[in-house]
């Protein structure tokens, strides 16, 4: 049973300044995606696709350089296009993100309407996994549009209520071929067990 990983990059260094997608990994984010190699289920990976943008990419490298893989960059597993705000304060960047899952249908200030972040999201994993590669494998992107593939694998409507832990640095794992999640968000650096995997 081929196993996809869908990870989100930990926490970043935030600066109003810089365009989002161009946000590196904190000094924190950077220890916990180190504290991720000695999860049990990373060395099974021989995999690893990113978004390309800087945060997810640090991410991948960090996985790539311990697994001794290369790093497939994707650029349409990118987070959902928030470009028409741009930065927005945290109070403020949460209120719209409530607003984007509530109204998917709708493009909230701007944003990429979630029901389409989804579609996108959903058929460039397809694109990868139908490429006909087996074992298991990483995705390592956001998780805004981690998400959103999350809930359209489970089968469940838009909703922030699947929305990964705050801070990011979380992963969901699913059955390649059946398509099933086998266990929603987990933190990266979390020792538990993971049961049935």
């Keep these: 049973m081929p196993i996809a990983y869908y990870i989100t990059h930990p926490q970043v260094r935030i600066d109003a300044n810089i365009p989002v997608p161009e946000w590196g990994l904190s000094d924190i984010g950077r220890a916990r995606a180190v504290a991720m190699l000695d999860q049990p289920w990373v060395g099974s990976i021989g995999r690893i696709v990113s978004s390309a943008e800087r945060k997810a990419v640090e991410t991948a490298e960090i996985l790539a350089k311990h697994l001794h893989l290369e790093v497939e960059v994707r650029e349409r597993i990118h987070e959902n296009d928030r470009s028409a705000t741009g930065f927005l304060p945290p109070p403020e960047f949460e209120a719209v993100a409530d607003e984007f899952f509530a109204r998917p ?15 996108r999201i959903a058929d460039e994993v397809d694109a990868v996994l139908d490429a006909g590669l087996t074992g298991n494998m990483a995705f390592v992107g956001h998780g805004g549009v981690g998400t959103l593939l999350l809930l359209s694998l489970d089968g469940r409507q838009i909703s922030r209520i699947a929305d990964q832990p705050a801070g990011g640095g979380n992963y969901f794992a699913y059955d390649i071929g059946a398509r099933r999640v086998l266990h929603g968000w987990r933190p990266i650096d979390d020792r538990a067990p993971d049961p049935g995997i």
């Excluded at 249908?105 to 579609?119: F, K, N, P, T, V």
Aim: charged residues 35%; glycine residues 6%; hydrophobic residues 35%.
């Design 105 to 119: 249908h709708d493009s909230i200030r701007g944003w990429e309407r979630a029901i389409d972040a989804q579609q």
